[in-house]
């Protein structure tokens, strides 16, 4: 999948990175524990969370995923924005809930950070 | 190639910048061209003992030397100490406050991570005298080599 169909999917808007809208990705991983993220095969993956915090941008780019997704239409502040820019990390939000978010991304056959499905 | 060695200082409880040692250690490693996998792990232990000092730790002292044969981690701070290492290394135990587990830390997996990712992590502390946690990798195994 490419991050301008996840768009469409999710419904969700870019806040910064849509120059790399063309970017392909075929697994997710969901969480508000950074530590989970950081745990896990994130690489080359994209990011879905409800926190909007300076460090989902700089667990991002540690665990080298794609693109981060926020839920509920979250949006973090201009500083973490900015942030995500410098590291040319893609992000988005969605008005829908994680729970939801997650049920849209796996019927198109995404699976999660390990393949399982 | 000689050892490089590049430190970088933490100040405790600065979340803004908490996250900058490790991304530039990561940069710096792959400007040196070491395996990606081997970054990530890297990458990885940094940032989770990085955000362990900013927590709980007080200001530290970020190091990374680079070898030859092996890439060395080591951070060192100032702050209250273990009192038990293997209790502080098990899954889910956690001495974090909450305003930490808002950030998406402090749920007790900081440790495992790192032991997980790293060859070999020696922790040497002492209630009251600071907290020293040194991780060793192995580059020859995956060095140049593709990311698997």
């Given at each position: 999948?490419?991050?301008?169909?996840?768009?469409?999917?999710?419904?969700?808007?870019?806040?910064?990175?849509e120059?790399?809208?063309n970017?392909?990705?075929?697994?997710?991983?969901?969480?508000?524990?950074?530590?989970?993220?950081?745990s896990?095969?994130s690489?080359?993956?994209?990011?879905?969370?409800?926190?909007a915090?300076?460090?989902?941008?700089?667990t991002?780019v540690?665990?080298g995923?794609?693109?981060?997704?926020f839920v509920?239409?979250?949006?973090?502040?201009?500083?973490?924005?900015?942030?995500?820019?410098?590291?040319?990390?893609p992000?988005?939000?969605?008005?829908?809930?994680?729970?939801v978010s997650?049920?849209?991304?796996?019927?198109?056959?995404?699976t999660?950070?390990?393949?399982?499905? | 190639?000689?050892?490089?060695?590049?430190?970088?200082?933490?100040?405790g409880?600065?979340?803004?910048?908490?996250g900058?040692?490790?991304?530039?250690?990561q940069?710096m490693?792959?400007?040196?061209?070491?395996?990606?996998?081997?970054?990530?792990?890297?990458?990885?232990?940094?940032?989770?003992?990085?955000?362990?000092?900013v927590m709980?730790?007080?200001?530290?002292?970020?190091?990374?030397?680079?070898n030859?044969?092996?890439?060395?981690?080591?951070?060192?701070?100032?702050?209250p100490g273990?009192?038990?290492?293997?209790?502080?290394?098990?899954?889910?135990f956690?001495?974090?406050?909450?305003?930490?587990?808002?950030?998406g830390?402090?749920?007790?997996?900081?440790?495992?991570?790192?032991?997980n990712?790293?060859d070999?992590?020696?922790?040497?502390?002492?209630?009251?005298k600071?907290t020293?946690?040194r991780m060793?990798?192995?580059?020859?195994e995956?060095?140049?080599?593709?990311?698997?």
């Amino acid at each position: 999948m490419k991050l301008f169909e996840l768009a469409e999917t999710l419904e969700a808007t870019f806040i910064c990175g849509e120059n790399r809208e063309n970017v392909g990705f075929d697994k997710v991983g969901a969480s508000d524990l950074m530590s989970d993220i950081l745990s896990a095969l994130s690489e080359d993956g994209i990011l879905l969370t409800g926190l909007a915090t300076v460090q989902v941008v700089n667990t991002a780019v540690i665990a080298g995923v794609r693109a981060i997704v926020f839920v509920r239409n979250k949006k973090p502040n201009p500083g973490v924005i900015e942030m995500a820019r410098e590291h040319e990390m893609p992000m988005l939000t969605t008005p829908y809930s994680m729970f939801v978010s997650c049920g849209r991304l796996y019927a198109t056959g995404l699976t999660g950070l390990n393949g399982a499905r | 190639m000689p050892a490089l060695k590049k430190c970088f200082h933490i100040k405790g409880r600065d979340f803004i910048h908490a996250g900058k040692a490790s991304i530039s250690v990561q940069n710096m490693l792959k400007q040196l061209n070491v395996a990606p996998s081997l970054i990530r792990r890297i990458a990885v232990c940094g940032y989770e003992g990085e955000m362990n000092a900013v927590m709980h730790g007080g200001d530290a002292v970020f190091s990374v030397e680079i070898n030859t044969d092996r890439i060395v981690l080591e951070i060192s701070d100032e702050g209250p100490g273990i009192a038990d290492i293997d209790k502080a290394k098990e899954k889910g135990f956690s001495t974090a406050a909450d305003e930490f587990r808002e950030m998406g830390f402090g749920a007790g997996m900081g440790l495992p991570n790192m032991e997980n990712n790293s060859d070999q992590m020696i922790i040497e502390s002492e209630p009251g005298k600071g907290t020293v946690v040194r991780m060793f990798f192995e580059t020859c195994e995956t060095s140049g080599s593709q990311d698997g």
